[in-house]
């Protein structure tokens, strides 16, 4: 998952429905998330009668679109606190802004631990919802995984443990990669995945308890560059795993991958938090 950030999100700015559409294919190259339009609820629709339902009442795709369009403005512009109120207004349609801000936010604000476990399982439970109303939507499953690895940092390893976290986590990575294979950060999470329990517990014993290798994350993390070039967290993920890995074998590759992230142009308030942290160069 996204490594911890500790500096404050730089406001962007805050995208007219026409910019964001227009933008939309290179601010959602890594997660391969659709354009929220008229088309793709109506889609959704064709595929969950429930889903279907819910749409109705609530006035059609028309006004639906526009409103999770605004949740998707406001996360981009870094107001995750709004995006989260907006996203989570709009139930299944609206989990995906709603539980990316709610990861973000979850790193920067200032609320105590209490609060912001509460936030995050809601988060869960609202992912949880989601990929029971729409089960082929591949964000629907990452944001899921993404809020549960966020979760499960905020808790002891036994309570982690004895939940199943990492395998929730690991299985909703896996359906989002079954769903869009082409989705850069479900290859990098998995690649961390990996280099993580590596790691923690060596080649050889994470291979026969967990079946993850250091060949498995460098591959899933050369995936996600072919797949997003010019992302300058997936690179960083790339060197924080590689680190892992073997912190004094890959630190010059590390250093390069940094570089590189800090050569990237950001589009969103995000980004701009990835490229100003890249030119800081690898933690030491």
């Not at 892992?244 to 589009?267: I, M, N, S, V, W």
């Amino acid at each position: 998952m996204i490594m911890n950030r500790k500096h404050t999100v730089t406001p962007a700015q805050r995208y007219t429905p026409e910019q964001l559409k227009t933008l939309w294919g290179k601010l959602h190259l890594t997660d391969r998330e659709p354009w929220p339009g008229r088309a793709e609820i109506t889609h959704a629709m064709a595929e969950q009668p429930d889903f279907a339902a819910w749409v109705r009442g609530q006035g059609g795709p028309q006004p639906l679109a526009a409103a999770l369009q605004a949740a998707w403005a406001e996360f981009h512009a870094g107001d995750f606190t709004r995006a989260i109120e907006l996203g989570a207004a709009l139930g299944a349609l609206g989990a995906c802004v709603a539980n990316r801000a709610a990861a973000v936010e979850s790193l920067y604000t200032r609320s105590g631990p209490r609060v912001v476990a509460d936030m995050l399982l809601a988060a869960v439970e609202r992912g949880e919802r989601a990929t029971e109303a729409l089960p082929e939507h591949a964000n629907t499953h990452y944001t899921l995984a993404l809020v549960l690895g966020r979760y499960s940092q905020r808790i002891s390893i036994a309570k982690a443990i004895t939940e199943g976290l990492a395998g929730r986590v690991k299985d909703h990575l896996d359906r989002t990669l079954e769903l869009e294979p082409r989705h850069a950060e479900a290859h990098v999470a998995l690649g961390l995945y990996h280099a993580e329990i590596v790691h923690k517990l060596g080649g050889i014993m994470a291979s026969l308890t967990y079946g993850v290798s250091a060949r498995a994350a460098i591959e899933h993390f050369r995936r996600a560059v072919q797949l997003a070039p010019r992302s300058p967290i997936v690179h960083m993920e790339y060197a924080y795993g590689l680190l892992l890995l073997d912190a004094d074998g890959h630190r010059e590759e590390a250093q390069k991958l940094y570089r590189e992230a800090a050569e990237c142009e950001p589009l969103d308030a995000m980004e701009a938090l990835d490229v100003a942290r890249a030119k800081r160069g690898v933690p030491s």
